[in-house]
């Protein structure tokens, strides 16, 4: 570590048991996407406290602006940070101390935690403006569980001067300590999807009368399963799900009406045009092939988030200093779960980090994310506000 990561880090240290009763407080107040009103309050007070102003955004999410005070080496610079502020519609399990006051909500992702260090960082970053040059744009988002938040959050014009943009997540995967910066696809874009079949109705004795909606829907599902295996290579990451079916109104009449939801998952825009379009198409001649009709409905949730190759560097950089190359994974698969940060970085080229936040002396901590016993090592705060503050730093004064 060079002397002002040293004394950024000892600023981070410091403010540790602020942070963890910060991440505290939003897992017991857990609040579902588009609901963070409370959130929203406790991050203004905290904002407050630290003497910066704020605005709203996307009507729960919260955004604040430090410039800092030494002179620019050049033309002044400007990065995006992101948190997340939204929980989950679970019922959490695990009994701890801070555990979720709110009947079926909990942070079973670490958003609480995400929430909690840029808070941290804020602080730190409050108290460290002249250390650095041009400005830092916080934004606390709503909504990520639910594709929602990013895009309102952008098209307010909020992240427009940034030069940067940088994100990161808890993974319970990743073991306490370490970090993961990962150029190119990290995530795969999400795509809802809602197949309508229509058929028509007729008594289950009398089939030939009738076009057996539920059949189509079956034939259907079974189909795209062909899409993955037979019409994508091998070689390409394309998840098709369908996890809702519906079909029929009772036993003995061929049903008139079907409907499947599910989801497809892939990593690369080309990739997900070409599946998209292919479901469409397989939909609508499966069910005409056997008499009936199919329509299709779309939800962009999220594109892929892909991380910038010379944002990824830098950050590299920087976790490479601080924590050691040992603990840092610059390599990994790729997830098909996504994060609509993604449209951050679209925006902005950027990069998105996973903070380890599991420890196997902590079971809980190791858990799925969305399980209902999901935890985090809280030393992982400590990493998370840390290199939210030494990048951003860093990046501002032109060292990385």
């Given at each position: 570590m060079?002397?002002?990561?040293?004394?950024?880090?000892?600023?981070?240290?410091?403010?540790?048991?602020?942070?963890?009763?910060?991440?505290?407080?939003f897992?017991?107040?857990?609040?579902?996407?588009?609901?963070?009103?409370?959130?929203?309050?406790?991050?203004?007070?905290e904002?407050?406290?630290?003497?910066?102003?704020?605005?709203?955004?996307?009507?729960?999410?919260?955004?604040?602006?430090?410039?800092?005070?030494?002179?620019?080496?050049?033309?002044?610079?400007?990065?995006?940070?992101?948190?997340?502020?939204?929980?989950?519609?679970?019922t959490?399990?695990?009994?701890?101390?801070?555990?979720?006051?709110?009947?079926?909500?909990?942070?079973?992702?670490?958003?609480?935690?995400?929430?909690?260090?840029?808070?941290?960082?804020?602080?730190?970053?409050?108290?460290?403006?002249?250390?650095f040059?041009?400005?830092?744009i916080?934004?606390?988002?709503?909504?990520?569980?639910?594709?929602?938040?990013?895009?309102?959050?952008i098209?307010e014009?909020?992240i427009?001067e940034?030069?940067?943009?940088?994100?990161?997540?808890?993974?319970?995967?990743?073991?306490?300590g370490?970090?993961?910066?990962?150029?190119?696809?990290?995530?795969?874009s999400?795509?809802?999807?809602?197949?309508?079949?229509?058929?028509?109705?007729?008594?289950?004795?009398?089939?030939?009368?009738?076009?057996?909606?539920?059949?189509?829907?079956?034939?259907?599902?079974v189909?795209?399963?062909?899409?993955?295996t037979?019409?994508?290579?091998?070689?390409?990451?394309?998840?098709?799900?369908i996890?809702?079916?519906?079909?029929?109104?009772?036993?003995?009449?061929?049903?008139?009406?079907?409907?499947?939801?599910?989801?497809?998952?892939?990593?690369?825009?080309?990739?997900?045009?070409k599946?998209?379009?292919?479901?469409?198409?397989?939909?609508?001649?499966?069910?005409?092939?056997?008499?009936?009709?199919?329509?299709?409905?779309?939800?962009?949730?999220?594109?892929?988030?892909i991380?910038?190759?010379?944002?990824?560097?830098?950050?590299?950089?920087?976790?490479?200093?601080?924590?050691?190359?040992?603990?840092?994974?610059?390599?990994?698969?790729?997830?098909?779960?996504?994060?609509?940060?993604?449209?951050?970085?679209l925006?902005?080229?950027?990069?998105?980090?996973?903070?380890?936040?599991?420890n196997?002396?902590?079971?809980?901590?190791?858990?799925?994310?969305?399980n209902?016993?999901?935890?985090?090592d809280?030393?992982?705060?400590?990493?998370?506000?840390?290199?939210h503050?030494?990048?951003?730093?860093?990046?501002?004064?032109?060292?990385?």
């Amino acid at each position: 570590m060079n002397e002002l990561e040293q004394e950024l880090c000892r600023r981070v240290r410091e403010d540790h048991p602020y942070v963890v009763e910060l991440r505290r407080h939003f897992h017991r107040h857990p609040e579902l996407p588009k609901e963070e009103f409370e959130t929203a309050a406790r991050i203004e007070q905290e904002l407050d406290t630290i003497g910066l102003k704020h605005r709203r955004a996307a009507v729960t999410g919260v955004v604040a602006e430090i410039t800092g005070t030494k002179p620019a080496n050049g033309e002044a610079r400007c990065i995006v940070l992101r948190a997340d502020t939204d929980a989950l519609p679970v019922t959490q399990e695990n009994d701890v101390p801070y555990k979720s006051l709110v009947p079926g909500v909990m942070h079973a992702c670490g958003h609480d935690a995400h929430t909690a260090a840029l808070i941290g960082a804020a602080r730190v970053l409050a108290g460290s403006r002249d250390l650095f040059s041009g400005k830092v744009i916080f934004t606390w988002q709503p909504g990520e569980e639910i594709g929602y938040g990013a895009r309102p959050i952008i098209a307010e014009g909020n992240i427009d001067e940034a030069g940067r943009s940088f994100g990161l997540h808890m993974a319970s995967e990743v073991p306490v300590g370490k970090v993961v910066l990962m150029p190119g696809p990290n995530n795969a874009s999400v795509d809802w999807f809602r197949i309508r079949v229509h058929g028509l109705g007729a008594h289950v004795s009398t089939p030939q009368k009738g076009v057996d909606a539920a059949y189509l829907a079956a034939q259907i599902v079974v189909a795209v399963q062909a899409l993955v295996t037979r019409l994508t290579s091998p070689m390409d990451n394309v998840l098709i799900g369908i996890g809702k079916i519906s079909a029929g109104t009772a036993y003995n009449i061929v049903a008139q009406e079907a409907e499947l939801e599910g989801t497809i998952r892939v990593l690369t825009p080309d990739l997900r045009r070409k599946t998209k379009a292919k479901l469409e198409a397989l939909a609508k001649q499966t069910a005409e092939l056997f008499g009936g009709s199919a329509e299709l409905e779309w939800s962009d949730n999220t594109s892929a988030l892909i991380n910038d190759e010379a944002a990824t560097l830098e950050a590299q950089k920087t976790a490479f200093s601080l924590f050691g190359t040992e603990n840092v994974i610059t390599r990994r698969l790729p997830a098909l779960g996504g994060d609509d940060f993604a449209e951050y970085i679209l925006r902005v080229p950027g990069v998105y980090a996973y903070i380890g936040s599991g420890n196997p002396k902590k079971p809980d901590t190791q858990v799925a994310h969305h399980n209902s016993r999901f935890d985090i090592d809280e030393d992982a705060l400590t990493v998370a506000t840390a290199l939210h503050v030494c990048y951003t730093v860093e990046y501002l004064n032109g060292l990385v």
